[in-house]
């Protein structure tokens, strides 16, 4: 413990007394680091694992200045052996991240967006009458979006289908007693990637009673990717969409178009536009 305090000593007196420009760099990389180790074990079964390890560095300490010299002893067989414990504490969570990271690098190498405006306004168009058709009679639909984490994972659970977007095959995918409908729908850039695709359910604590388990899953995909997922509720038609976690409820049509636009990056029309589709429309007149 002795060597372990005059490391820290020697390490602070160093930040404070000659810290150079790649002491700097050095600092905010493990700040980084350690940011990132909290975001990824928020609301998590890893948080609280987190809290016991800062607990334990603090018992450590406070037993080495008590003088309790077997505590100290046995607290520190336990912290010499840290790495190793950590690898096995946070096992899912740095799964979790280096699955992540694997799947980000390869779908920043393969994915293809596509640039058209037209195509993009048109697969807008496309999904929010599927939607509001599904709503309006009430058919329960889960339809999750790819954004940069890749989710090839997930994809390969289900049905490949490689299509173009449409109302009507969104439609008859999620139509009731037909082989695809349970499941989820997978879209990657203007494809409908799969169908019938199986996610993994949340782990979060109060959520709802009354949001069964297509949200569940929804919120599920969403805290451990970047997706934006959307979802309809068979039992009140209510739109619902999953995003980083958080489930925002009662979407209407325009709520939806603007949701899309951000994925597909269409602009907004600027004033120059507005008045000239005016002049326009007033010259037709």
């Known amino acids: 413990m002795t060597s372990l305090w005059e490391t820290v000593q020697t390490m602070v007196w160093n930040v404070f007394h000659r810290p150079g420009l790649s002491d700097i760099f ?47 002893w046995m607290l520190m067989t336990i912290v010499n052996n840290g790495v190793v414990v950590l690898v096995i504490l946070f096992q899912p969570e740095l799964r979790k991240a280096l699955e992540q990271m694997g799947r980000s690098m390869m779908m920043m190498r393969d994915k293809k967006r596509s640039d058209d405006s037209d195509e993009n306004s048109r697969i807008i168009t496309e999904i929010i009458a599927c939607l ?13 979006f790819e954004r940069k984490t890749g989710l090839q994972d997930v994809i390969e659970t289900g049905i490949s289908i490689d299509s173009q977007i449409s109302s009507a095959l969104l439609e008859n995918i999620f139509e009731p007693n037909t082989p695809l409908h349970d499941g989820a729908v997978v879209i990657r850039g203007s494809r409908v990637m799969a169908a019938a695709c199986i996610l993994t359910l949340t782990e979060g604590q109060g959520i709802s009673h009354e949001l069964g388990t297509r949200h569940r899953a929804a919120i599920g995909v969403s805290e451990t990717t970047d997706a934006v997922v959307l979802i309809v509720s068979e039992e009140t038609g209510i739109i619902s969409m999953a995003k980083g976690g958080r489930l925002t409820r009662h979407l209407d049509p325009k709520s939806l178009r603007e949701i899309l636009e951000g994925m597909y990056d269409q602009p907004r029309p600027g004033l120059m536009a507005l008045l000239t589709r005016k002049k326009t429309k007033e010259g037709a007149a």
């Open 26 to 72: 050095d600092i905010l990389l493990v700040a980084i680091v350690i940011y990132e180790l909290i975001l990824l074990t928020r609301q998590t079964r890893g948080s609280a694992v987190l809290k016991g390890l800062v607990l334990l560095l603090l018992i450590v300490g406070v037993s080495d200045l008590l003088g309790l010299t077997a505590l100290n």
């Open 132 to 144: 509001t058709n599904l709503s309006r009679r009430r058919v329960g639909a889960l339809i999750v």
